[in-house]
């Protein structure tokens, strides 16, 4: 039988076999080995272990009879652990940061010298999940000049359920980063920068500064004083932007903030 797709358990540490078997074993609710490797693909050789791992977990119970049977669960009590696993992993993550965080910093401080870095990204989702990201994880001070492709893109993002306005403003708001924004209108799109701020403005509250000026043409960021954002617009490309470029450059970082 076709079992549905699981790859959202395998954001708890659940391999490919032990999610087959949990879901082998959701469909029948009462099985030995043998039926969980025929109804759910898992090889003989890997079906112990993985229903010895989902019971460690507490979301499969094993009854050690010869042969070995194994019960699933209710819905809602697996549910329920699968996030408190989550849970569980997130805070020995968010505990282990900060030896993390200087241990990278002790990393990062014996480079010498000016070592420009440059990525580029095509198009308007790669140039929002790849050098918007940035913004999310400041630490000091963004300073954003956006035009009427940055309202796009963002726009873009957030009706594909990538939530990029609302990362940063938390981000901000927990670190308390010193966010400026400056847009840049002119009266063909003046309509649509007041529409854009209407409907992102619960997500634009933590902005430390607001101003608006006439479009200069070249949109950019720069977060925490070392990288810049260059998005890349061009009239011939229907969504307007079609690249973006973001650079680790201290010097650049400063003459243009």
């Known amino acids: ?3 549905p797709d699981s790859a959202p358990l395998e954001e708890i540490g659940l391999s490919l076999y032990e999610r087959k078997a949990l879901m082998a074993l959701m469909l029948c609710g009462v099985a030995d080995a043998a ?22 977990l507490g979301l499969v119970q094993i009854q050690p009879t010869r042969p070995k049977m194994f019960a699933a669960l209710s819905v809602d009590v697996v549910v329920a652990r699968v996030i ?6 997130a ?5 282990a940061a900060p030896e993390l965080s200087a241990t990278l910093k002790g990393l990062q401080s014996r480079v010498r010298g000016r070592q420009p ?3 580029l990204a095509l198009g308007i989702d790669a140039h929002v999940r ?7 994880a400041a630490r000091k001070r963004i300073l954003s000049y956006m035009e009427q492709g940055d309202l796009l893109a963002l726009d873009a993002a957030v009706a594909g359920g990538f939530p990029i306005l609302r990362r940063i403003a938390k981000n901000t708001a927990e670190h308390r980063v010193d966010h400026q924004m400056v847009f840049g209108f002119s009266y063909q799109t003046a309509r649509s920068l007041v529409e854009f701020l209407q409907r992102h403005r619960g997500d634009l509250r933590h902005v430390t500064g607001v101003r608006y000026s006439g479009e200069l ?7 925490d004083d070392d990288t810049v954002i260059v998005p890349l617009d061009h009239p011939f490309v229907r969504e307007g932007r079609f690249a973006s ?6 010097e650049l970082a400063e003459s243009l903030a």
């Not at 043409?217 to 977060?223: I, N, S, T």
């Not at 470029?245 to 201290?250: H, N, Y």
């Open 91 to 95: 805070e020995r993550f968010a505990a």
């Open 1 to 3: 039988m076709h079992l």
């Open 84 to 89: 408190d696993i989550a849970r569980e992993r």
């Open 35 to 56: 039926t969980l490797c025929r109804e759910g693909g898992v090889p003989t050789s890997k079906i112990y272990l993985a229903m010895e791992k989902l019971a460690r």
């Open 245 to 250: 470029l973001l650079i680790r450059d201290r």
């Open 217 to 223: 043409g070249h949109p950019f960021h720069v977060v």
């Open 117 to 119: 870095f440059v990525d």
């Open 130 to 136: 790849r050098h918007l990201v940035p913004l999310a």
